[in-house]
């Protein structure tokens, strides 16, 4: 028989059920049982939902662990690889950035008291007077320059002007190590050594022009380097080449060319991009082009002494093992040389007195060194590497400019690239310069990787680096300082992170 009452269920009474001491305290009946209606509902939202909250819940350790354990993993590895890499790192980078480093103001007394620092000069050696003196006043353990034999070219008075189909003078620069001449003939224009060879027969008496559009900087250079031997070889009497630039506002670039044995030396020139475009378009036009070329450029008989100039702080744990960092010290003549390469020696410079500022003692010397000689013959670079070879453990050169830091170029075993990249993802990423390519390295870096030693290039932003380069617009005012300070912490934390290194490089 069904009974007249009605059974309450336990929520109900649970819910609705007036305890005694609520009677006089309304206020708290009414949240406790908002609170516990609250409860019930989220309980039995649980129960029915208990799959799809459990597959929520492994979706999110699934993130978590994607992000972390990299994180976690890479700090394990790169400290496993350097020791206290990413501590000294994050100070070095922290001061560098935060605070900001010498390296403008010194780059800026550098190039202003010492422009033309081009080698056999009085100008390069007062410079490396000055650079030794400051590296004893900013406290290293070791202060020293090594003598070094540099040929010595020097300039002298040069023009070049169109004579026919109208009076022109062009903007040019004579080309390092060149040699005299005044030459008045009709300009023939190539565009390359293949379209020389095709019109061999035009050349005997005339002056080459070779006018090859910049692709890139190494495939371009040929033309300057070596111009003058591939025009006298068809009986070219003089040579011009298009400036080894993208851009221009009517600057020539200069640079070193080359003879070659047996082949008659000529005298040999950069014109601007505009001279040059001007004549091939009159040749186009059937002008006939005729131009006085004049320089007085000459090598001396006998080569100039110089010097390399380096500091260092020694290693703690391993002193006769040295890490390499430097640029070059000499300029064009034309140039007050802050692009190429004061800001490379400078930043390498006082990315070591960065680290002695800061009280850091690396476990391996690391050395900074201010090449001689790079512009017009890399003596400077071969001498270091015949004398430093052996001890050398890693080296770092900067040599392209030092704007935005990208990365570096490494010349290395694979897995020594590999490891790298792993120290510049962890502790280069502030201001990345995370980029590890195995690729050129540096012309007095070189030599010693030649001879079998790791090294690389700090690499930069260079998408403006060859508009100036060579030319008498490489001054202070391309120069930026927070890019600056920013290459001084990559060159900085790169070389104490190597220096650190936990065992040999493989």
């Known amino acids: 028989m069904a009974s007249q009452y009605t059974k309450l269920q336990s929520i109900d009474v649970e819910d609705n059920l007036l305890l005694p001491y609520q009677v006089s305290n309304p206020t708290q009946k009414k949240s406790q049982n908002k609170f516990a209606s609250y409860f019930y509902r989220v309980k039995g939202y649980i129960i029915k939902k208990w799959k799809i909250l459990l597959l929520l819940m492994f979706v999110l350790l699934l993130i978590a662990g994607v992000i972390l354990i990299p994180v976690l993993v890479l700090r394990y590895k790169t400290s496993t690889l350097s020791d206290q890499c990413d501590e000294y790192g994050k100070e070095i980078i922290n001061n560098a950035v935060q605070k900001g480093t010498d390296a403008y103001s010194r780059l800026s007394t550098l190039v202003t008291l010492f422009p033309g620092r081009l080698s056999g000069s009085e100008q390069l050696e007062n410079a490396i007077d000055w650079i030794q003196d400051m590296m004893v006043e900013d406290g290293f353990d070791l202060v020293k320059t090594d003598d070094v034999e540099v040929t010595h070219w020097v300039r002298g008075d040069e023009s070049a002007t169109i004579l026919q189909p109208y009076h022109r003078k062009m903007n040019m620069l004579g080309l390092g190590g060149s040699i005299a001449g005044n030459v008045t003939a009709e300009v023939i224009v190539v565009s390359s050594f293949e379209e020389l060879d095709t019109l061999q027969d035009q050349v005997k008496g005339k002056i080459v022009l ?22 006298a070889k068809y009986g070219g009497v003089a040579a011009l080449v298009r400036s080894i630039t993208p851009y221009s506002l009517g600057t020539p670039h200069t640079g070193v060319m080359f003879y070659q044995d047996g082949i008659d030396k000529i005298p040999t020139a950069a014109i601007t991009l505009e001279d040059a475009d001007l004549i091939q378009n009159l040749a186009i036009l059937n002008q006939t082009v005729i131009v006085n070329l004049y320089m007085e ?5 006998t080569n100039a002494i110089s010097r390399n100039v380096m500091a260092q702080i020694n290693g703690s744990t391993y002193p006769d093992e040295v890490v390499v960092i430097g640029g070059h010290t000499d300029s064009w003549d034309i140039a007050q040389g802050a692009m190429d ?54 080296s770092i050169e900067s040599d392209i400019g030092v704007t935005q830091p990208l990365g570096f170029n490494v010349m290395a075993s694979q897995q020594t690239i590999t490891d790298l990249q792993l120290i510049a993802d962890k502790v280069l990423s502030p201001i990345k310069t995370t980029s590890i390519v195995e690729g050129e390295v540096g012309t007095d870096n070189g030599f010693l990787v030649s001879n079998g030693k790791p090294g690389a290039q700090l690499i930069t932003d260079e998408s403006k680096y060859f508009w100036y380069h060579h030319t008498a617009g490489d001054a202070m005012d391309k120069m930026d300082p927070s890019q600056m300070d920013q290459c001084v912490a990559a060159m900085a934390t790169m070389a104490l992170c190597i220096s650190n290194w936990v065992g040999q490089l493989n």
């Open 297 to 301: 450029a000459q090598t001396m008989p």
């Open 341 to 394: 390469d004061g800001g490379g020696i400078v930043v390498a410079w006082e990315a070591l007195r960065l680290i002695r500022s800061l009280g850091i003692i690396p476990k391996r010397t690391i050395r900074v060194v201010g090449w001689t000689n790079e512009e017009n013959g890399a003596a400077g670079g071969a001498a270091y590497a015949q004398l430093y070879t052996n001890e050398t453990f890693f």
């Open 210 to 231: 070779f006018n090859a559009i910049f692709t890139n900087y190494s495939s371009t250079v040929q033309y300057r380097s070596g111009g003058a031997s591939a025009a």
